[in-house]
């Protein structure tokens, strides 16, 4: 399944590209073997990581338009404030794992002892972390991962979390100039368990000292001569950078930014194709009613059918019609159900999301300015021995280095299989009220009952099978990664969250969905072009008419048989829909459920 993981579809990146737009989501997870660089579409924007509020579209931004990053005095300091109190806590002898002891099972393994600036420590440590960025180049297994937004994103998340981490100023730097500069290291896609991505950022690693190859502005080359060209020294790494940078879970959270941004997508998507349906099969539109909803008010499903009435506000479905049946199959009557469900997972990930990129994952955890009065278990004995007094090597502040389970991805590893169940969910409402049109039943009437003969013969491309074979392979996406618990290293680490595979599953969701979406958008708009038929005076809502006008421009309603697309019409409905976001053709609406307030890193609660 990997080597279809994560790679945008190469024919519409390239259209895309040459037309001078922003490159399109990564969706399609065909190809594998096509480097797939970005389109600096906001080469000229600054987002600003402050460890505290970087959002979903300012990860997107850096990582798919090319939008420069900054950290800000705030961030700097913190991170400058965990760097002097681990080289203090070394100084005052507190046994600080992975630092001046080992990790996993070497953790009681003394790796020097004292002040880590003596000459003689300064040059170990120097040594040793050379080395182990040098060794990052080994680290994980193919295939390499081709989506370079998803590289960067894991290098923006990083460099926005690690400002919590003991890093030197040298990594700080080096981290947000690579951004900057467009260096993008060449990233193995296995080789992590999903909780503590130490492979995949040792890759990064290591093109930071020049090993390994890396991407300059998509062009691939040795990683020294990518950063000598973008006018930077390799990395002198020192004390423990490499921990600094390697522990975290930057990659799953990379992957769960992006699948959230697809989602939103597919989601607005399948709204606003929805509405077209409920046009096409003049339905009864009672079920998303705002006196129905409030009988049974969840908030994301009483928001989702009221944006469906809004979209379609002003059709024709809400004038008398004789012929107009009580009520739907229950896959178009219940549709804003599985669709309000689906925004619910999405945004109960987003929440989850975006706590997880603004806080630290890393073991140990640094906690600059704490005293024993900070908190009551702080002033016991157990918690003493890692109390830091403070001195010269942390300007005088003390604090506490904790060994942790902060990389534990819970519970974001279960919300992103959540996700993925929510879409499976809707996903077969989708297919099946793509097969309720040729119901007369539901519809009434038949093609042929409206369209001329010639007029029939423009039926776009719809294959009875292929929903159905869709949504089987959705619907295997569906079933959960089995919970697994497998001991290693010495027993040491002995529970694995496998959320490499799960946020790849779940993107493989969005882009089949969106494949589903396609059959389901084209039967709609085929059955508006009947409604219409029957009465060319029909509205169907602002937002309806805009999509299949729109559509119209890339799947005519009459064209000779010479001139149609070679190519299956799903899949020109799919470009289609990644190259024109349903919020072109409707914005605004009812407001969503507000998001629930998130708590700040490194806050001790009241």
Known sequence: ???????????????????????????????????????????????????????????????????????????????????????????????????????????????????????????????????????????????????????????????????????????????????????????????????????????????????????????????????????????????????????????????????????????????????MGLNGMNSSVTPISAPVQSMRPYPWLTWDAARVMDMIKGSYLFDDDPARIIQDPESMRASSQRQGSAWQAWADLRDSVLLSINSSDHNPAILPGLTPQSSPELSTPQFMKYYIKGGPLSNGKSGYIFSNANWDPYPMANQVEALTNALTNLGVAVAQRIERFRNPFFTVVKPADVLKPDERKDIPGFDGYLPTDLWQELADLGSPVTPNGQAIVATVEDLEAQTRIKTQRAREAVDVSFHLLAQDLLTASYWMEIRKAQNPQRKFGEAPTAALAALRQAIPWHQPASERQKRPLGMVAYDFMQENPASKFYSGGPQPPAAAALPSAGVLPK
């Open 1 to 275: 399944m990997l080597d279809r993981i994560a790679k945008p579809k190469l024919l519409l990146c390239t259209l895309t590209v040459m037309a001078g737009l922003a490159a399109p989501p990564a969706q399609a997870f065909e190809a594998a073997t096509v480097y797939q660089p970005i389109f600096e579409a906001a080469a000229d924007k600054t987002v600003t990581l402050t460890g505290h509020d970087l959002t979903i579209d300012q990860v997107i931004a850096i990582a798919r338009n090319g939008a420069k990053v900054e950290l800000s005095p705030e961030a700097l300091q913190r991170s400058a404030d965990a760097y002097g109190l681990l080289l203090e806590g070394a100084a005052e002898g507190v046994t600080i794992y992975w630092f001046n002891r080992g990790a996993g099972d070497q953790r009681e393994t003394v790796i020097f002892s004292g002040d880590p600036t003596t000459p003689e420590n300064t040059k170990l440590l120097k040594d040793q972390q050379l080395a182990r960025f040098k060794g990052g180049v080994n680290r994980g297994y193919g295939p390499e991962l081709q989506e370079e937004a998803l590289v960067r994103a894991i290098m923006a998340i990083r460099a926005n979390t690690m400002s919590y981490e003991a890093a030197s100023p040298q990594l700080t730097h080096m981290l947000v100039d690579m951004l900057n500069k467009r260096v993008t290291p060449v990233v193995q896609s296995r080789g992590t368990l999903g909780e503590g991505d130490l492979a995949t950022l040792g890759n990064i690693g290591a093109a930071m000292v020049g090993e390994g190859d890396a991407y300059l502005k998509g062009v691939r080359m040795p990683a020294a001569q990518a950063l000598e060209q973008a006018g930077l020294k390799p990395l002198e790494p020192f004390a423990a950078d490499q921990a600094a940078l390697i522990s975290t879970n930057a990659y799953a959270q990379a992957q769960a930014v992006l699948l959230l941004e697809d989602t939103r997508k597919l989601l607005e998507w399948t709204d606003l194709s929805y509405a």
